[in-house]
C-alpha cells in the first residue's frame, strides 16, 4: 500500500520569501512517481510538478522546484520568492504502476495550507 | 482544447434521496478517475476507468454507490440512497493512459450537500 505523509497543517509564510512543503512518502513499488498539486480556495485542482522515481536530477518548474532525496522517501516542493497568489492548499500525491503496465490513480496526502502574508 | 468538465457544480439533496453527477474528460484521454474528497483532506480514489472497463474500482462503495461509462468517453457516478456523511466534493480526472509522466487533470469538481 501507498502512504503519503505532509505534516504541516498549515504555515504563514512573508511574501517574496522561499517555503518548503515537506512531503514523505512509503511505497513497495520499484517504479513510482511523485506529483504536487495546488488547490486554491475556488477548489480546482493545479498541476504544478512530476518527480519520476528514477529521474536522475530533482524536477524544476519555474518557481517551484522539488527537493528528492529518495533514501529518505522525501518529495519536498520548494517554492522560490513566494506570492500572494500562491495562497492555496498543496497535495503531494503519488502514483505507482499497476501489473498491466498502466497507472493508478493517485494517492494524496493531507495537504498544506499555505498562506502568503504582504 | 477544453478541460475536464464536470456537472453541475453544485448539488444540495435531503438524505435517502439519489444523486448522479456526470464528467466529460479531455478529449482522447482513455482513462478516467473519481475521487472523493472530504473537507480538509486529500482526494481518495473511487474508481478508474480504462476506456468502459472498471479496472480498479476497489474502494467504490457498492451498496450505494454505482458508475458507469458505457462509450468510453463521458462518465456518470450515482449514489443511491445519499447518506449525510456523502457530503463532499467530487472530482472527476483523465490522462491519456500512457505510461510515465502521465499527468492527470482534474474537472473542478461537484460539492454535494446532504441534509
Known amino acids: 500500500a501507498q502512504k503519503i505523509t505532509q505534516t504541516q497543517p498549515g504555515m504563514f509564510v512573508q511574501e517574496k520569501e522561499a517555503v518548503t512543503l515537506d512531503c514523505t512518502y512509503d511505497?513497495?513499488?520499484?517504479?513510482?512517481?511523485l506529483f504536487w498539486y495546488k488547490q486554491p480556495s475556488s477548489g480546482e485542482m493545479i498541476f504544478l510538478i512530476y518527480q519520476g522515481s528514477y529521474d536522475q536530477q530533482n524536477a524544476t518548474e519555474g518557481r517551484y522546484s522539488l527537493n528528492f532525496q529518495k533514501a529518505r522517501k522525501s518529495a519536498n516542493l520548494v517554492i522560490s520568492a513566494s506570492q500572494l497568489g500562491d495562497s492555496a492548499m498543496y497535495f503531494c500525491a503519488m502514483r505507482g504502476t499497476n501489473s498491466g503496465g498502466g497507472a493508478d490513480g493517485l494517492t494524496f496526502g493531507k495537504g498544506t495550507h499555505l498562506i502568503i502574508q504582504p | 482544447e477544453a478541460g475536464v468538465v464536470q456537472s453541475p457544480r453544485y448539488k444540495i439533496i435531503e438524505k435517502k434521496q439519489p444523486v448522479a453527477f456526470w464528467c466529460n474528460p479531455i478529449s482522447g484521454h482513455n482513462t478516467l478517475y473519481w475521487y472523493l474528497q472530504n473537507l480538509g483532506q486529500g482526494p481518495e480514489l473511487l474508481i478508474r476507468?480504462?476506456?468502459?472497463?472498471?479496472?480498479?474500482d476497489s474502494q467504490l462503495p457498492k451498496d450505494r454507490f454505482s458508475a458507469e461509462r458505457l462509450k468510453g468517453v463521458d462518465s456518470t457516478l450515482k449514489i443511491q440512497p445519499a447518506e449525510l456523511g456523502d457530503s463532499a466534493v467530487y472530482l472527476c480526472?483523465?490522462?491519456?493512459?500512457?505510461?510515465?509522466?502521465?499527468?492527470?487533470?482534474f474537472g473542478p469538481g461537484t460539492r454535494l450537500t446532504v441534509l
Open positions: 476507468y480504462e476506456n468502459e472497463e472498471a479496472v480498479d
Open positions: 511505497t513497495s513499488d520499484p517504479s513510482y512517481g
Open positions: 480526472a483523465s490522462s491519456s493512459g500512457i505510461g510515465g509522466y502521465n499527468e492527470q487533470f
